[in-house]
């Protein structure tokens, strides 16, 4: 049996996907769909139970005896959440107690990291550097990079544990994240209501307007990886899960008109003040570690990417992968 948390989410729910097409179905999906639509990414999976993520800590002992591995995608993944202690017991605490029950057990542990805690990347984006040294510019990022910290101290630790720093993801199953949802999906729908596409203008004489840079995933190669330290279980440690290769927000954007059969209609937008002081310019996985590890699967391209998504999802009314 697999647990996944968060499974009704974004990534989540893709990697239920994934399971699926493996031949598993015996998976506890866990999360807190509350009043929103995320019960919309559960609808084609096939799965054992469906736990609400605050009766789960309860029920956790039950699960001992026959459960083979969690991978751990809950979270608050909002990167404006101001309130500290709502992401420490969600995202420090609730990892802590999952990871010490798979020790426990030794169950095998997948868990999300992010590159957000990688702060400013004046440290570089390198996932064999020191982790002591990184300083995250959000409470989000710090409320991750607690637990690597806490994570790397510990002498019990389950049959397996890897933790995956995910880079920006973007993907099907994602319609539920509104404000957090990626720019591919907010660029979609906002070139089909009126045709154009706002990007941020920059603040720094080293980039242009638009050219600011992120190491986009695609959330299938996000899967793939999942698959591999699944196929390999002699492999621990924390990962950079991004393609290796930055690439610009208007280039991202110029895709998803090509994707949509349009000509680029791109303007310019002030970026808010209080995200001006924490906002990151460049960010670019190192992959060495991953690739030394075995894995050699090509990532999606950019342009790849947000064809796949656009034509196969977003155009054909938010289809769930």
């Not at 409320?143 to 993907?171: C, M, T």
């Not at 070139?191 to 695609?218: A, C, H, P, W």
């Not at 591999?228 to 954007?253: K, R, S, V």
Request: charged share 25%.
């Amino acid at each position: 049996m697999v647990i996944v948390t968060g499974g009704a989410g974004f990534i989540g729910s893709c990697i239920v996907r994934m399971l699926n097409d493996m031949g598993i179905d015996d998976i506890v999906i866990v999360d807190h769909i509350g009043a929103t639509d995320k019960w919309r990414n559960l609808c084609n999976k096939r799965y054992r139970e469906y736990v609400g993520r605050d009766r789960f800590p309860a029920l956790l002992p039950s699960y001992a005896g026959g459960t083979d591995l969690i991978i751990h995608m809950g979270a608050c993944s909002a990167t404006t959440e101001r309130d500290f202690d709502f992401l420490y017991a969600n995202n420090f605490a609730y990892t802590k107690m999952l990871w010490e029950f798979c020790a426990e057990h030794q169950i095998r542990f997948f868990y999300a990291s992010s590159a957000a805690t990688y702060g400013d990347g004046s440290m570089g984006f390198d996932d064999t550097a020191d982790i002591g040294a990184l300083r995250p510019l959000n409470g989000y990022g710090y409320s991750k990079h607690i637990f690597d910290l806490w994570a790397r101290k510990q002498e019990k630790r389950p049959r397996q544990h890897v933790g995956f720093k995910f880079f920006n993801v973007y993907g099907p199953n994602e319609y539920c994240k509104g404000s957090m949802a990626s720019v591919v999906f907010h660029a979609c729908r906002k070139i089909m209501e009126t045709g154009e596409m706002g990007l941020f203008r920059s603040y720094r004489d080293d980039f242009e307007d638009g050219k600011q840079m992120r190491d986009f995933v695609y959330v299938k190669d996000i899967c793939r990886v999942v698959r591999y330290m699944m196929e390999h279980p002699d492999i621990d440690g924390l990962y950079n899960l991004g393609t290796g290769q930055a690439g610009t927000f208007y280039d991202l954007t110029a895709a998803v008109f090509r994707a949509m059969g349009r000509e680029p209609v791109i303007r310019y937008i002030d970026m808010p003040d209080a995200l001006q002081k924490t906002y990151q310019y460049y960010t670019q996985a190192e992959m060495d570690k991953l690739r030394k590890a075995g894995y050699s699967e090509r990532f999606y391209s950019l342009e790849d990417g947000v064809t796949d998504y656009v034509q196969r999802y977003l155009m054909k009314g938010y289809e769930i992968y």
